[in-house]
């Protein structure tokens, strides 16, 4: 991997699970724990690339080589980070596990457990980052990831069309692989061609993503 596929090109990758918070004390979270995305970042720098690393909450030291971390909480301060990290790159990787809901209002104060009452949350949509940046003109090459426990190909092909995708990262979470471990087992899917890469450590996928990216950006974008 000794070659600069990246040389010259701006990336930014998102990374790690979105904290949601209900009150002072309580989130709606998720298990992504940022390691393929940050394993992303650090192979697109040694790639060539200058990477901002946009990471949700997460204990992972910055990959050496990334440019510019900006560490975000809600999907709401993801979408600002990357929205204005995003103009003027090139590459957008959207590898964070960003929560699809968030709670309406945020109590100003702990919520107090009313004795044998339930508790209803009413749950606000939360923008899809990846829609939004494909929406716009003049957007970056457009990378994301889905993570499924079923009907990996045709979820993954239906996200890349939905969203507007350039390139898809479909990985089957579940038996080891997936969230908080080390391995993973990646399928890529773009418009016309899809590439397999075998189970293997998240820094050697990432490795072979940027490989694949850099090819599929050359294609598309010269
Ligand atoms: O639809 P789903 O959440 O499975 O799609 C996953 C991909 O979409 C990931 O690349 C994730 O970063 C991105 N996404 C996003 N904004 C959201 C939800 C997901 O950019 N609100």
Do not use: C
């Not at 239906?158 to 969230?179: P, S, W």
Request: glycine share 10%; hydrophobic share 45%; net charge neutral.
């Amino acid at each position: 991997f000794g070659e600069r596929v990246l040389a010259g090109l701006k990336v930014v990758v998102s990374a790690g699970p979105t904290y949601e918070d209900i009150d002072p004390v309580r989130f709606i979270g998720n298990r992504s724990s940022g390691k393929m995305g940050f394993a992303v970042a650090d192979a697109a720098a040694q790639a060539g690339a200058q990477v901002t690393l946009v990471a949700g909450p997460v204990s992972l030291a910055t990959p050496q080589g990334v440019s510019k971390r900006i560490d975000v909480r809600s999907a709401a301060q993801m979408h600002a980070a990357v929205t204005e990290a995003a103009a003027g790159a090139h590459i957008y990787i959207g590898a964070a596990a960003v929560g699809d809901y968030r709670p309406n209002e945020v109590a100003p104060h702990k919520l107090k457990k009313q004795n044998g009452q339930d508790l209803s949350l009413q749950l606000a949509q939360n923008p899809d980052i990846l829609a939004s940046l494909a929406a716009q003109q003049g957007h970056p090459f457009l990378v994301g990831f889905a993570a499924e426990t079923q009907n990996v190909e045709s979820y993954a092909r239906d996200k890349l069309q939905r969203k507007g995708l350039d390139m898809i990262a479909a990985n089957q979470v579940g038996d080891g692989l997936g969230f908080e471990t080390a391995d993973n087992a990646i399928t890529l899917y773009w418009a016309d061609g899809s590439a397999q890469l075998p189970r293997a450590d998240k820094a050697v996928l990432a490795r072979q993503l940027v490989d694949h990216v850099a090819s599929r950006y050359r294609v598309q974008r010269g």
